[in-house]
T-cell receptor
Framework: DAGVIQSPRHEVTEMGQEVTLRCKPI?????LFWYRQTMMRGLELLIYFNNNVPIDDSGMPEDRFSAKMPNASFSTLKIQPSEPRDSAVYFCASSAQGGTEAFFGQGTRLTVV | AQSVTQLGSHVSVSEGALVLLRCNYS??????LFWYVQYPNQGLQLLLKYTSAATLVKGINGFEAEFKKSETSFHLTKPSAHMSDAAEYFCAVSERGSNDYKLSFGAGTTVTVRA
């Protein structure tokens, strides 16, 4: 298996623009997580899905952030409009069974200027 | 709800010396516990996991961790540090058998290895 695949690896955008991050989980995994990593706040869980259903989105910082999982093999995290403070590395992870180990993608490094 | 606390945000060891990274957890039900490693500009990679079998868990790259329920701890050790062990290490917990599927991560410990 190719592992969790995220795209793009790097994204530079201007403040106010819409940004969409993409994730393909490992085939057969039924839980998917979006994390954000910054120097100041460390690794934060933004939202997670189980069987394509959002279970907990309490970590989503504000309404500018939204996430979808239209099917078992694809998820998006969208920021609209983006702000410089959104600059971070965003990780997607998936797991085969609730509560067991998660496998991480390589991350998307987002820079908002 | 579950959480982990990693003691020490930075650890510096000499090559060949013992590596000890501390993690304490809080969980209302029996936990699953994990250690992950993150190398620069990469994602997190699983080092080892505790899922209620043996309390001493062996992982990759010579690391091991011991689950101590009485101390609510899951400390990570490696007898002899190698330069390639320089990285950031995260402890994580999830609640076994609950409907809460999320992993909760500690703040991370950065390990530097001195030649």
């Amino acid at each position: 298996d190719a592992g969790v695949i995220q795209s793009p690896r790097h994204e530079v955008t201007e403040m106010g623009q819409e940004v969409t991050l993409r994730c393909k989980p490992i085939s057969g995994h039924n839980s998917l997580f979006w994390y954000r990593q910054t120097m100041m706040r460390g690794l934060e869980l933004l939202i997670y899905f189980n069987n394509n259903v959002p279970i907990d989105d309490s970590g989503m910082p504000e309404d500018r952030f939204s996430a979808k999982m239209p099917n078992a093999s694809f998820s998006t995290l969208k920021i609209q409009p983006s702000e410089p403070r959104d600059s971070a590395v965003y990780f997607c992870a998936s797991s085969a069974q609730g509560g067991t180990e998660a496998f991480f993608g390589q991350g998307t490094r987002l820079t908002v200027v | 709800a579950q959480s982990v606390t990693q003691l020490g945000s930075h650890v510096s060891v000499s090559e060949g010396a013992l590596v000890l990274l501390r993690c304490n957890y809080s969980s209302s039900v029996p936990p699953y516990l994990f250690w992950y490693v993150q190398y620069p500009n990469q994602g997190l990679q699983l080092l080892l996991k505790y899922t209620s079998a043996a309390t001493l868990v062996k992982g990759i790259n010579g690391f091991e961790a011991e689950f101590k329920k009485s101390e609510t701890s899951f400390h990570l050790t490696k007898p002899s540090a190698h330069m390639s062990d320089a990285a950031e290490y995260f402890c994580a917990v999830s609640e076994r058998g609950s409907n809460d599927y999320k992993l909760s991560f500690g703040a991370g410990t950065t390990v530097t290895v001195r030649a």
